[in-house]
Structures are given as structure tokens and as C-alpha cells.
Nanobody, 125 residues
Framework: VQLQASGGGFVQPGGSLTLSCVVS????????IGWYRQAPGEEREGFAC??????EVPSPDSVEGRFTVSRDENTVYLQMHNLKPEDTAVYYC?????????????????????WGKGTQVTVSS
């Protein structure tokens, strides 16, 4: 099982960026893929999730209304809009979802805990 995130880079505040997570060895029809990020000196934060089903996935306030997730057969995409300097972090895709949001804790995990290599996103003027 492998997950590989890519697409990071340098962007100005207010800009947009799309990250990709290519997965192999697992099916996106049966696994949940979460997006996490970690800024220097900060706790790791799970903030988005791709999963099968109609259940609405909550978002933390930090990305609400700005980040969306989509997928195709073997890739999960993270579209990020109106980026802010506080979005600067290393972004990872992971075979589980953990999101702390205003309504509580959202967790989807089917037994695997595979982390892909991260991709750096830097938002600065």
C-alpha cells in the first residue's frame, strides 16, 4: 500500500492550490483517505476526508468553506482556495480520517494507518 501526496508549492495569500494523493494497493471504494497537515511547532491536524457514502464530512473552522475534496479511480484531490499564511504546513494523505470540528470528533478508520510522504505548502507574500 502506498500513498503519495504532491502538488505543494509556494502561493500568495488569497491564491489557490490543488494537491493530489495517488494511492496504490488499496481501493478508494473501500478505504477512507484523510488529509492532514503539520506546521512547524504545531500539532498535526486532520482536516478533510474522502470516503464512499453519503455521509457528510465535517470540516474544522480552520478550512471550512475553503478546502474541498474530490477523487477519481486512484487519486484523491484537495482543492484549496483563499489560502492564508496560517495554511503553511506539510500536507499528508493518510489511510484514515480524523477531524476535530466544532461538533466533536470525526473518525473513519478501517484498520490501516499508512502515511504518504508529505508535500510542502507555503503561503506568503
Amino acid at each position: 500500500v502506498q500513498l503519495q501526496a504532491s502538488g505543494g508549492g509556494f502561493v500568495q495569500p488569497g491564491g489557490s492550490l490543488t494537491l493530489s494523493c495517488v494511492v496504490s494497493g488499496i481501493s478508494l471504494e473501500t478505504e477512507a483517505i484523510g488529509w492532514y497537515r503539520q506546521a512547524p511547532g504545531e500539532e498535526r491536524e486532520g482536516f478533510a476526508c474522502s470516503r464512499t457514502g453519503d455521509e457528510e464530512v465535517p470540516s474544522p473552522d480552520s478550512v471550512e468553506g475553503r478546502f474541498t475534496v474530490s477523487r477519481d479511480e486512484n487519486t484523491v484531490y484537495l482543492q484549496m482556495h483563499n489560502l492564508k499564511p496560517e495554511d503553511t504546513a506539510v500536507y499528508y494523505c493518510v489511510s484514515r480520517c480524523e477531524i476535530m470540528h466544532s461538533g466533536g470528533f470525526y473518525n473513519v478508520w478501517y484498520g490501516m494507518n499508512v502515511w504518504g510522504k508529505g508535500t510542502q505548502v507555503t503561503v506568503s507574500s
